[in-house]
Each structure stands twice: as structure tokens, then as C-alpha cells.
């Protein structure tokens, strides 16, 4: 149910606001009950709503009937799905730096030029309340910077809803701040009172659970983990980068940085050995070169890797249980009967994670967040050789985004784990990190 007090507040037409809340709190479930309910013409904008769409995209995706891939619906077409093109709508297109993206296949976006597509196709709507679920999450510094802007532009014309996870994200224009948790609203504040208070992170365990078996990557000395020469993606006339060089060495945690649209989660999906154009490349993981004839999976059980097309294509009707048991088999779903090793440590994960009183509920059960919590000790639970972390806060609130940073720098400072790590927010910083890579747009 929607609180009576946030409701009687977003009746003064007027008047804006954030929603402030935990993970499992309701956010999402509180943002479509508010979308659906409204009396005035409202448009939701929501991470619920992108996995959505892009599902429906892999489902209408005619590639195995095609002589090239299927790109589906453009950009621009699924904006112009939401209304007609208006001149400050082609303005906003300009202020997001979106004129290289409108003509791509949805499924071809990154997560950040998604969300701007998201949020243009919502406008074309005209509302006149604008409900925004975790609006930044994917968004590089500058787009966060120009999305800002924006909303509070567009508070002086439109009533705003803005569901976050995170204090620094309570943009000018929301001078009031609603505090929800699981257990309903905890309070209403003005933007600017101290938030810290509602966030109280529990101290941290500094030792980490063991896995049961524990294979030790062996490579000779000197060489590298990741070695990748002169690599190029493109689509069609589309180059997403050319001449890249980049090698890894044990030891090394590196932070890939850039804007979005640039490649950065291409090129880790080119050493977890999910991007169709690694073959076509020259890319050499563990000392080995792909597409070599060597076993895929004599790969994979040295990789850890969290990112938002893992979530999505994490489908299974599954325990959350045993999606953490599974990080120690690569696989999406448990396929054999786990060891009582594998359980202990999965549940020692989970009760890590405060997710212990989830372990048998459903993974689709629980909020993004929540999710993203989950996959996150399906990583780390087999204490990978290779940690590949892109956007691993995305969707997180204050507190599990400490616990989580907090996590991986115990990681990348006290064991043999090299940690690949990919964020837009300043203030996810890891202590861990000793090298950069800065890709250009």
C-alpha cells in the first residue's frame, strides 16, 4: 500500500519529492503502485522496466532467420513509441550527446545510454508526473551531472517522484525526502538534514568464508593474466574501440573507467569470453589464447563476474541458495546435487550478505538490489583468480554499497584474487586499486 502521507503530498500537484529507502524495501513496487494509481497522466521510468524491455528484444530477435544480426528496435523508434518527437524533446537529445545512439538497436546500448533512452521516450509521453526509479544507476560522472540539471529543470514544469538508494543522489529541486525501509516509512525530512543516521552499517567481519575445494590458478612466472593485442569491436560502421593493447598481471586490480558508450563492459565481456567478437580478435586469458581449442571451462572456474547482463540472463526459477552454490560451477541453475561444503560456505555468503532469511526464496523474488546482492556472492564465493566487477554497486543502497566496497577491498588486499572493477560514482572508491585504464568515448 502506498503510504497516506506520500500520497497526500503528491496530491498538491506542485510539489516534488525523493523516496529514500533500503534494498527490499518496496522502492520499485512503490514506484509501479504510484504509476498505476496516478490520476494525471504519469510515466515511470525504472531498471524493472529496461530488463523488461530487452527481454521482450531477445524475444523478437529474428538473428537465426537473418544473414546478419537482427538489431531490433532503434532508439529512436522506441522513443517515438512514447509520442511525438518535440523540439525540446530533440533539445534533450542534444544535452545527453545521444545523436550516435538513436539509429543503434536497443540491445546494442549500454546501460547508461539506455537509461538517457528511457528517459526521452517517458518525456515524449508529456506527463505530468515523472516517476524516476533509481535514475542515475548506470550513468557516467558527466551524464549524472547533466541528468541533474535536467530534473530540476523539469521540477519547475512537472511533478517529480525520485527513488534512490543513495543520499548523494537527492537532487536541488526534492527539498522533501520520505525515509522508507521493509517495514514501511520510517519518517519525512527536508533535503539537507542528516541522512547518515538512517544508514547504520554493521561492523564487518574481516575474514572471509572458505570455499570447500579451492584451486589455486598456476601459471608460470611473468605471465600475464590477461594479455589482449590491437582488439577492435565494431557494429557494422559503429566502432566501439580499435587498437586496444591492455595486459593484466597477478597482483594488479584495475579500475576501467570512461564514458558511457565507450566499451568498457565490451571489453570485460571479452575476457569473461561473452562477447561474440572475441574470436575474431587476439585475446589470451590465463596464458591462453581464445579460440585456441581450449576448454571454455578451464577458463571460467578462475573468473568471478557480476554485471547487469549477468542479472539478466540469470533466469532460472531458482533459490537464491542456489544461485550462490552455482558461482562454484559457472553455470546459471544447479545441475547436480551440491556438497555440504558448497551449501555451508554458500550460506556463510548469504548470512555475509544479510541474506540469510532469503536463502530459499526465489532469486526473481527479491528487489534488484536484493538481486545484485546475490550475484555478488555468486563471484566471489569460489575466490576466484580473476574478479570481474562491472557496476557490482548498481542498484545497491548506502548501506550494502559500503559493505560490498568494503568486501572487495578485504579481497584486493588480503588474498591472491586480481580484481577488475568498473564504476561511474566517485565515491565507490576501492583502496585495492593500483592501476587505471581510461577509455575513450
Not at 584451486?215 to 560502421?237: C, K, N, S
Not at 539478466?312 to 559457472?330: E, I, K, P, Q
Request: hydrophobic share 40%; with cysteine.
Amino acid at each position: 500500500m502506498i503510504s497516506t502521507e506520500i500520497n497526500q503530498f503528491l496530491e498538491r500537484r506542485a510539489a516534488s519529492c525523493a523516496i529514500l529507502g533500503t534494498n527490499g524495501a518496496g522502492k520499485s513496487r512503490l514506484a509501479a503502485e504510484l504509476a498505476e494509481r496516478s490520476d494525471i497522466p504519469t510515466a515511470l521510468v525504472s531498471l524493472e522496466q529496461q530488463l523488461a524491455v530487452l527481454e521482450e528484444e531477445r524475444r523478437n530477435d529474428d538473428s537465426d532467420f537473418m544473414d546478419c544480426p537482427d538489431p531490433g528496435r532503434s532508439a529512436l523508434e522506441f522513443i517515438r513509441e512514447g509520442g511525438a518527437i518535440s523540439s525540446r524533446l530533440e533539445a534533450y537529445f542534444d544535452e545527453f550527446r545521444m545523436g550516435s545512439i538513436l539509429g543503434r538497436g536497443l540491445k546494442y546500448l549500454s546501460t547508461g545510454e539506455f537509461r538517457k533512452v528511457q528517459l526521452c521516450r517517458a518525456l515524449a509521453v508529456q506527463p505530468q508526473r515523472l516517476i524516476l526509479d533509481e535514475p542515475f544507476d548506470g550513468l557516467d560522472a558527466a551524464s549524472q551531472a547533466e541528468l541533474k540539471v535536467v530534473i530540476n529543470q523539469l521540477a519547475e514544469s512537472i511533478q517529480l517522484v525520485l527513488l534512490l538508494n543513495r543520499v548523494d543522489e537527492i537532487v536541488e529541486a526534492m527539498q522533501t525526502v520520505f525515509l522508507i525501509d521493509g517495514f514501511g516509512l520510517v519518517g519525512r525530512v527536508e533535503r539537507g538534514d542528516d541522512l547518515e543516521r538512517f544508514f547504520k552499517m554493521d561492523t564487518l567481519q574481516e575474514t572471509l568464508p572458505a570455499p570447500p575445494e579451492y584451486e589455486r590458478l598456476m601459471l608460470p612466472a611473468q605471465t600475464p593474466l590477461i594479455d589482449l593485442r590491437q582488439v577492435r569491436v565494431a557494429y557494422g560502421d559503429s566502432v566501439i574501440f580499435s587498437g586496444l593493447d591492455w595486459r593484466v598481471m597477478p597482483g594488479e586490480h584495475w579500475q576501467v573507467s570512461g564514458p558511457n558508450g565507450c566499451g568498457k563492459t565490451t571489453l570485460l565481456e571479452m575476457v569473461t569470453g561473452d562477447h561474440p567478437q572475441l574470436f575474431a580478435n587476439e585475446v589470451n586469458v590465463f596464458g591462453i589464447r581464445r579460440g585456441s581449442g581450449e576448454s571454455v571451462w578451464d577458463i571460467k572456474k578462475h573468473i568471478g563476474h557480476v554485471s547487469s547482463s549477468v542479472q539478466l540472463n540469470y533466469r532460472v526459477n531458482t533459490s537464491v541458495l542456489h544461485v550462490v552454490v552455482s558461482g562454484f560451477h559457472d553455470s546459471i541453475g544447479v545441475y547436480r546435487t551440491p556438497s555440504p561444503g558448497e551449501l555451508s560456505c554458500a550460506r556463510e555468503w548469504l548470512k555475509l550478505m544479510h541474506l540469510a532469511h532469503k536463502a530459499d526464496r526465489p532469486l526473481r523474488s527479491l528487489s534488484y538490489g536484493e538481486q545484485r546482492m546475490a550475484l555478488i556472492a555468486r563471484a566471489m564465493v569460489k575466490r576466484p583468480a580473476l574478479l570481474v566487477l562491472d557496476e557490482p554497486c548498481q542498484g545497491l543502497d548506502e548501506i550494502n554499497r559500503r559493505m560490498v566496497l568494503k568486501l572487495i577491498d578485504f579481497i584486493g588486499h588480503l588474498s591472491e584474487t586480481t580484481v577488475l572493477y568498473v564504476s561511474h560514482h566517485a565515491t565507490d572508491q576501492l583502496s585495492c586499486v593500483n592501476r587505471c585504464l581510461t577509455m575513450g568515448a
